[in-house]
Every structure is written in C-alpha cells, then in structure tokens.
C-alpha cells in the first residue's frame, strides 16, 4: 500500500512537471517510477533525504528547481513524502482568507 502511494505521488510530481509530455497512462506510470528511481539514485547516502547538495547533482530537476519551497522545515533536506506535500499543496492551494471588511 505505502508503494502505492508513492507511485501516485510521483505521478503527482510528474503531472506538475511540464517538461515531460503524458502520452497515456502506462507511460505516466513508467515515469513516475522512474522518478522514485531518481529520488533514490540521487540520494547518495541512502539516508531516505535529499540534501541540496545531492539534488543539485542528481538527476531530479524538479526537486532542484523547488528544493527550498520543497523544505518547509528548513532543514537542508528533503524526504519523498516532502516532495508529495509539495506537489498537494500546487494542486490544492489553500484560499486566501477573506477580508474583515472594507475601509471605506
């Protein structure tokens, strides 16, 4: 179960990236493996975390692209389930809270 949430959060991930064309939904499926895939392979110490360092050098343009809105703790790291927030969050921003009243 936990794996498939991961691959739809990668799918999410990928739908958020506009670099890539979706050409049906196998092929959306093989690239949101692939960039669990890259999450791992850029995560050099296999800590479960991408550093700033490592997003920079690995092959997650999206991650690099976002990393600083991506960690929202400030930590200098990120996790998968960071990028999964990240991605929630462009796809369900939250409203702007309505004004008190005018001051007219």
């Excluded at 093989?30 to 850029?42: G, S, T």
């Excluded at 050099?44 to 929202?72: Q, S, Y």
């Amino acid at each position: 179960m936990r794996r498939t949430a991961l691959i739809i959060a990668a799918l999410a991930v990928f739908a958020a990236s506009a670099s890539h064309a979706q050409t049906g939904l196998g092929a959306i499926a093989n690239q949101a493996q692939n960039n669990l895939k890259n999450f791992d392979i850029a995560d050099k110490n296999k800590d479960g975390l991408l550093t700033k360092e490592e997003a920079e050098k690995g092959p997650v343009p999206f991650i690099r692209a976002h990393f600083d809105a991506i960690d929202k703790s400030h930590r200098g790291a990120v996790s998968k389930q960071d990028v999964i927030d990240y991605v929630q969050s462009l796809q369900h921003p939250q409203a702007a809270p309505a004004s008190a009243g005018s001051t007219h």
